[in-house]
C-alpha cells in the first residue's frame, strides 16, 4: 500500500530529489519510521512531506496495522 502511494508520487520526489541536489531519488520510506515490534508509526520531524501525502500514508497505516476503513 505504501509502495503504491510512493508510485502515485514519484514524479514529485524525483524533483523535489532535483531541487534538494540529492545523489540519488527520495524515498517515501525516508520520511517515517514503522516500529517492527510495537507498530508504532510516525512521521520524522525533518520531513517536509506535503499533507496530502502524509495524509494518504496515515489512511494505509491505519488500514494495514489498525484494520481501519475509509469510508
Do not use: W
Amino acid at each position: 500500500m505504501i509502495n503504491k502511494v510512493e508510485k502515485e508520487y514519484q514524479l514529485y520526489f524525483g524533483l523535489r530529489s532535483i531541487q534538494k541536489k540529492l545523489d540519488g531519488v527520495e524515498s517515501i520510506y525516508d520520511h517515517f519510521n514503522l516500529n517492527g515490534e510495537t507498530l508504532e508509526f510516525c512521521f520524522q520531524k525533518e520531513s517536509d512531506l506535503p499533507q496530502e501525502i502524509r495524509d494518504n500514508i496515515t489512511l494505509a497505516y491505519q488500514e494495514i496495522f489498525l484494520a481501519t476503513k475509509s469510508i
